[in-house]
């Protein structure tokens, strides 16, 4: 076998044979590098959405969802139709006993969303108006906060003892400070109380709400603030990665209808948004484009190498009296079966690496096109090495197969046979 490897006659022949048949080699070949190109350009974009979604989900729990209360839409246990329903601090602990797969649970209440008015905000003669959110420490487990270097989140102490204090938006910084004014340390008047600022926060998509301005004070202080009692806007929940969290979701709604004296069939009672089922859908869809580039593209390479066992069956028909010569000078039918298999393999991994090459070169231009896209959920577009290798590798397999179909007709040739050819 090696022998004929590294023969310099058995190399004159192929390159010979693929220069009498130019045209329809290079076809050929077209097809081959064709099938390994759409697998290459098609799994690298479905992993440059796979990606870009990461990155968008980067700074929330993957398995997070929100719920809040709205109104009943069926009367039950002597209440009407219409009810609004409230939900409440003490709802935190009544989920977290009856739903074991809840890992976080973050109670949440603000001003300025859900078309109520945002608060007030002075400083040193300048004002606006912003949304106000109050929150517990806990809420970074689940939408984390990217803070500015020198802040930091509310703590437990804050909650505990009621601090004035806030974290506000970039946003927020650059409209009521000067520019190279350090914010922490200093107050702003929220609705005319002095909160200290203790850090400021990046933007970030953390709750489906939320904005470059936003300040955040203790949930404890809020409710003092605006005399909300034990009032909740609505819950941010992670539940464990292995859990289900559509169930999770439904399991939830299900315990606050029974707590809130809701009926049971009632779906218009507590809205929700569940951004675990939506990051697991476009998992699957990302999933389903990468079986769907395998497909296409093993399809096309597949149908390519088969054209490339048609030029050689057409080649050896060609070639017949070549190879009789060869064959009463010597040469052992294993030798010329090594021969066409080796021109087989040969052409395949030249398809195989120039369409390896210009799938490349096409994510390359993707990503460099969609490097600075944020408005895009894509980026990154590639192809893991292990993933072009095993291509390739299948590849040369195909064409070792395939090329035994030719191989074999050639050594059925007699050389007597061979040699009356004309």
Request: proline share 3%; hydrophobic share 45%.
């Amino acid at each position: 076998m090696f022998k004929t490897l590294f023969d310099k006659d058995t190399w004159q022949e192929i390159f010979g044979s693929i220069q009498k048949n130019k045209l329809r080699t290079v076809v050929t070949v077209i097809g081959v590098l064709w099938g390994i190109f759409i697998y290459i350009a098609l799994s690298g974009a479905s992993k440059g959405l796979d990606n870009g979604f990461e990155r968008e989900f980067e700074e929330v729990a993957i398995n997070s969802l929100f719920v809040w209360a709205q109104r009943t839409s069926i009367p039950y246990d002597g209440f009407r139709t219409g009810r609004r329903l409230q939900l409440k601090l003490d709802d935190n602990m009544y989920l977290s006993q009856r739903i074991p797969q809840l890992q976080y649970i973050a109670p949440r209440i603000a001003r300025g969303v859900f078309g109520s008015d945002g608060a007030n905000v002075k400083r040193s003669g300048k004002s606006g108006s912003y949304t106000v959110y109050g929150d517990f420490p806990i809420l970074v487990k689940i939408a984390s906060k990217d803070i500015f270097e020198g802040g930091r989140f509310i703590n437990q102490a804050d909650i505990d003892e009621e601090r004035k204090v806030c974290v506000i938006g970039e946003r927020t910084q650059t409209e009521l400070f000067e520019a190279k004014e350090n914010p922490i340390g200093k107050h702003v008047q929220i609705d005319n109380l002095f909160f200290k600022v203790i850090g400021v926060h990046k933007y970030t998509p953390g709750g489906g709400f939320e904005s470059d301005s936003d300040i955040f004070i203790p949930f404890s202080t809020f409710k003092k603030l605006y005399n909300t009692g034990d009032n909740v806007d609505w819950f941010a929940l992670a539940a464990y990665d292995d859990a289900d969290v559509v169930a999770v979701e439904e399991d939830i709604k299900a315990a606050l209808k029974v707590k809130h004296r809701v009926h049971p069939d009632d779906e218009r009672a507590f809205g929700s948004f569940n951004l675990g089922e939506v990051f697991n859908r476009v998992k699957g869809f990302s999933s389903g484009m990468n079986i769907l580039s395998l497909i296409v593209g093993i399809a096309t390479i597949l149908a390519g190498v088969i054209g490339i066992g048609n030029i050689l069956l057409i080649s050896v028909r060609e070639r017949t009296k070549e190879l009789g010569i060869r064959r009463a000078l010597g040469a052992t039918p294993g030798e010329v079966k090594m021969q066409i298999i080796i021109e087989s393999v040969f052409l395949t991994l030249i398809a195989g690496i120039l369409g390896i090459i210009l799938g490349a070169i096409v994510l390359a231009i993707i990503n460099v096109m969609t490097a600075d896209t944020t408005s895009l959920p894509y980026t990154n577009p590639t192809v893991p090495i292990t993933f072009v290798l095993g291509a390739l590798a299948l590849m040369v397999g195909l064409g070792t197969l395939i090329g035994l179909i030719p191989a074999q007709r050639a050594v059925s040739i007699k050389p007597i046979d061979a040699l009356r050819e004309e």
